[in-house]
């Protein structure tokens, strides 16, 4: 650490955020009034509660805050030698920001058109992704919650999870198998007399769109089920009395009832999308373009962390303004969302 008021930040930073926390929570309780449910230490006792507040508390501090709050601020200091650090020469800069921007620490005289192209094209694709993955569970997730009989949706539940006992690269690595020239997928094609040559599917990034949308799909999945298993059966049934057809029914019943669910599952798969980096290290082109790779790329080949902090943190902004968009599209609070 640079000096004492960074120390400061960084440790009193914490206290702050839990502050305001505690400050939201409290303003929603008391606005919720006489409907609001019981409080934490009412519905699980004193102990427990005090334990569980403790645990978890400690894990977020150590394990996610305060690492964070490191991370912000040494994303705004030079790349210096360990020896010069805490030094004259180590000063709070927006040098690896305006890398970021301009591709050089001084030259601002052209756009870093690379990596900005590639940030704008993982933030878009996995907005894309997002939806798709939306469109293939909201279906999968109304027949189990209210169609299935209980049978049928342990069965369908367990095909769903089973995959995903596998490790996700060796998942990454099989999709590069499905999808490859010489693969499963341009055999069948190639054998069915519908093109000539394979395609490179790899190259054109449809592997890597595929394999992130396959990876991701229990990540919607659950929050639409549990918000889906919540509506009363009684309210679709009488919505089908009175005649109102299957599109009206999911846009003014079951889709206003799942908002929590779909914007829990919205905010999870944008926000892995946007982090991942073996499906795009496994599956991407020689011409891909993805972020994560290079936030990699500046810590761990150009050891250059300070900028890798400030690409970490520039991606972190994105994928919590993402959340507030949809928390704004929703209308859902942070408490609904964590449920």
């Known amino acids: 650490m640079s000096n004492a008021y960074t120390a400061y930040a960084i440790f009193l930073g914490p206290l702050v955020l839990v502050l305001g926390i505690a400050f939201a929570a409290a303003f929603e309780r008391r606005r919720a009034g006489a409907a609001a449910e019981p409080n934490f230490f009412a519905r699980n006792g004193a102990p427990v509660a005090t334990f569980l507040i403790l645990a978890v508390g400690v894990w977020v501090l150590m394990m996610i805050v305060l690492p964070q709050f490191y991370m912000i601020d040494f994303s705004f200091h030079p790349k210096l030698p360990l020896a010069q650090r805490g030094g004259p020469n180590d000063i709070h800069t927006l040098v690896n920001y305006r890398y970021f921007l301009f ?8 756009w870093n058109t690379t990596h900005l ?12 992704i997002t939806i798709v993955n939306f469109a ?3 279906p999968l997730a109304y027949y189990l919650a209210q169609v299935a009989r209980p049978k049928i949706v342990t069965r369908l539940m367990l095909l769903l999870v089973v995959p995903y006992w596998i490790n996700e690269i060796l998942r990454a690595f099989a999709f590069r198998v499905l999808f490859g020239t010489g693969g ?4 069948m094609l190639i054998g069915l007399n519908l093109i000539r040559e394979p395609i490179d599917f790899i190259g054109a990034d449809v592997a890597l769109y595929a394999g992130l949308t396959y990876a991701y799909v229990l990540i919607m999945m659950f929050p639409l089920y ?6 009363d059966r009684n309210q679709v049934e009488a919505a089908r009395d009175l005649g109102a ?11 206003p009832h799942a908002k929590p669910g779909i914007a829990t599952g919205a905010t999870l798969v944008f926000m892995l999308c946007a982090g991942a980096l073996a499906a795009p290290l496994v599956l991407g082109g020689p011409k891909t373009l993805w972020f994560t790779p290079i936030v990699y790329d500046r810590f761990f080949e150009a050891f250059n962390w300070p900028q890798g ?3 970490a943190l520039i991606l972190l902004v994105a994928c919590m303004a993402f959340v507030l968009i949809v928390m704004r ?11």
């Open 136 to 138: 293939i569970c909201y």
């Open 103 to 110: 591709g050089s620490p001084d030259d601002t005289s052209h």
């Open 309 to 311: 902090a400030a690409y």
């Open 226 to 231: 549990n918000a889906i298993e919540s509506l």
């Open 329 to 339: 599209v929703f209308k859902v609070t942070f408490s609904e969302i964590a449920r």
């Open 117 to 128: 192209h590639a940030f704008w094209i993982t933030i878009l694709a996995s907005v894309i």
């Open 184 to 187: 499963v997928i341009n055999g």
């Open 245 to 255: 057809p299957w599109w009206r029914i999911h846009a003014e019943i079951v889709m």
